[in-house]
């Protein structure tokens, strides 16, 4: 099974169709490529017109709970994944994911951010497998474009520079 | 018109001079080149002494408003294009910019981080044309060094490192 | 006397073993590496079981104190450390530190980021010297993961890939 295949599968367990065009706000790239190196712009959990996860995640009833964070992750990166298989041809020529950088948005006392980001990283070594192993950032932040729940950026390695 | 003469234009235009020494904080320094990567620290909008822009960006009378924050967000730009330009000897040098952050200090209910990053998005097209698109996440933050209202960083391409 | 005799001399000053198994959180993995680039995970203050400094910093008695918050930005330097001289095999084969960011959880009138960076700044420098230069970017944030004051990551260059 590809990881093209896997990509599909779960977008599908998800729910979602990340196959359209995906908008991006702003007047930047969504992926950028210098050499064997792929850069992913800062991904909200956005489907089409719509922002999924709007609030901050918390702990104690304010904000989304850590599941519905860890969603929220999975949709950002599964945004990546879509840009990178566009930009690369095929999810299986991404070799590896050197970085990986998880804004939360959080309630004042909220201090599960790597639980939340998990939710990105099981996304990542699901399709991928181990060349989704990554090294991860998260942090705690007041606020993020359309007030989403998480933001996610990424660095990919690609297998060969096209010519 | 070469980029050189477009950031010169652009600094005029802003009303402040980038060409004289340009101040840093602490005990790191403003750009290091990795092969034919050159990175830059993150940068306030600070011209001489002055931090130009000091509170958060908000949208409810709480701060800044959004042009505000965008001309921050462009003394930001045109601060890194300074240390690019004296690093890579020329602005004409800088072959692309696959990356920048930028943190908008934000007050609790402001979502607009992406346009006031537009504000940085825009010098760099301005200044470096095609060779200025990148991609870019725009997170909000609680606080800045100084109490800046914007930090920017980036990486910038070379077309070639030096012998 | 080597890099890898200054890290064991600082770590004893510090009062802190980092040479035992140093756990890390979550499902991802603390170095990476892409060619000569040396990708590390983002380190919070803590040791073995034990995150050392839990709480914002801030400037009105309110959470640590700039030293204190030093204190902490240093032992994520250390871990840093720890983590690259595994992954290069000596912290000799450390040529460069191409970018750092310091997140800091900060009180809401904290603005002296760069100075508790700079905590991280001169272990960096005491143990690699002028290999140990960086750019760096400081940013506040609401919160950390555990509640931890300071969190770290870095991009370090070695001297050759392995075969």
């Known amino acids: 099974m ?8 779960l977008a599908q367990e998800l729910g979602h169709d990340f196959s359209g065009e995906i908008k991006i706000g702003g ?27 709007v609030g901050p995640v918390g702990d104690v ?8 964070g860890q969603q929220a992750a999975a949709v950002c990166a599964m945004r990546a994944l879509a840009f990178l298989q566009r930009a690369a041809g095929s999810l299986d020529a991404i070799s590896s994911i050197p970085r990986i950088t998880v804004y939360v948005r959080s309630a004042p006392t ?5 639980e939340v980001a998990d939710g990105a990283s099981d996304v990542l070594c699901r ?14 932040v007041l606020q993020l474009p ?3 729940a998480v933001e996610l950026d990424l660095l990919a390695i690609t297998v060969a520079a096209p010519a």
């Open 127 to 140: 399709v991928l497998g181990p060349r989704g192993v990554h090294t991860r950032t998260s942090v705690g």
């Open 2 to 9: 590809t990881a093209d295949n896997r990509f599909q599968s």
């Open 27 to 53: 007047n930047y790239t969504p992926v950028m490529r210098d050499g064997h190196q792929l850069y992913v712009s800062g991904q909200i959990p956005r489907v089409g017109d719509e922002v999924l996860f």
């Open 61 to 68: 009833g304010d904000g989304f709970d850590v599941a519905q």
């Open 146 to 148: 359309k007030g989403a």
């Open 110 to 114: 909220f201090i599960q951010q790597s």
